[in-house]
């Protein structure tokens, strides 16, 4: 455990997971289009990133010039972040009772009218690319800011992930972190039935990144990580593969290969909600 981090904070990122996950099922009750699985794998990172403080970053001035840039490249599985950006005060909680709504910014794939949304976050495989740019204009800049981007495992089928990995190693972009959530299902099956990434570790390894991997789901890993990575200046761009649960906290989504497009209908969310532990 890293010096001055108590049981006591970690306990806390425990309580944000739960109640997230929790949020994140109330608002899939009102919006079913919602992609459940995928927002409830990542839960933990997206707490981690925020209430864990490795992210620089302002409600109050989301163009911040000196906050951390987050890039969410599966936008679709991020619902959860919702809950937490109404938290931390980008926009008011009620916000969070009108996603999918007439009027509300809170959509079923979410965009940059969202307050503490950077980019579009739609056709997979964009994200890393967009966050290279970021991080390559920055670095040219001499800034300090960091580059976070979050990628679903199933996105990586994508050539132009794979093309901004080959860039960002040939620029040295040490200030570029990737999170894989590593939750090994996509849209139709267990990822080793249809294209197996498998060894993931090693091609980003043959790219000449800086690769480590961790439980996605303990918050003490994922902050002590990650924070080591915020500090990592060697000129490698990073790569943290989190191994996830998809559809996490939801025994019905957990070990169903076709949970990335199932719905759990609205009269089932409350006992759902209390068998969550």
């Known amino acids: 455990m890293l010096p001055n981090v108590s049981d006591r904070f970690f306990d806390f990122l425990k309580e944000k997971s739960l109640w997230v996950r929790k949020e994140t099922l109330d608002i899939h009750r009102i919006a ?17 990133l925020y209430y864990g403080k490795i992210i620089n970053h302002n409600p109050k001035n989301t163009k911040w010039e000196q906050r951390d840039r987050f890039i969410i490249s599966k936008g679709h599985g991020s619902i959860s972040f919702y809950p937490i950006l109404a938290d931390l005060g980008y926009f008011p909680k009620e916000e969070l009772g009108r996603v999918c709504k007439e ?9 940059c009218i969202i307050p503490g949304y950077e980019t579009t976050n ?9 966050a290279c740019g970021i991080a390559l204009a920055l670095k040219r800049r001499d800034r300090k800011e960091k580059v976070f981007v979050l990628l679903g495992d199933g996105e990586l089928y994508e050539g132009s992930v794979w093309e901004a ?12 972190t990737a999170i894989v959530d590593d939750n090994k299902i996509c849209m139709l099956d267990f990822c080793r039935n249809i294209l197996n990434l498998e060894p993931l570790e090693d091609k980003f390894r043959a ?21 080591n990575l915020r500090k990592d200046e060697r000129g490698k761009p990073k790569v943290l593969i989190a191994s996830t649960v998809k559809g996490k906290g939801v025994p019905v989504l957990e070990t169903d290969p076709l949970n990335h497009i199932k719905n759990i209908k609205p009269e089932d969310i409350d006992r759902v909600i209390s068998d969550l532990k």
């Not at 009027?103 to 965009?111: A, E, H, N, R, S």
């Not at 990995?165 to 570029?176: K, T």
């Not at 800086?210 to 789901?217: E, I, L, P, R």
């Open 165 to 176: 990995v080959m860039f960002a190693r040939e620029h040295m972009l040490d200030n570029l």
């Open 32 to 48: 079913q289009e919602t992609r459940l699985a995928s927002s409830l794998s990542c839960v933990e990172i997206l707490v981690t």
């Open 103 to 111: 009027g509300t910014f809170l959509g079923g794939i979410p965009d």
């Open 207 to 227: 790219f000449q990144w800086d690769v480590h991997t961790v439980d996605g789901h303990n918050v003490r890993e994922l902050h002590n990580i990650l924070l």
């Open 122 to 130: 739609g056709s997979l495989g964009h994200g890393l690319g967009v």
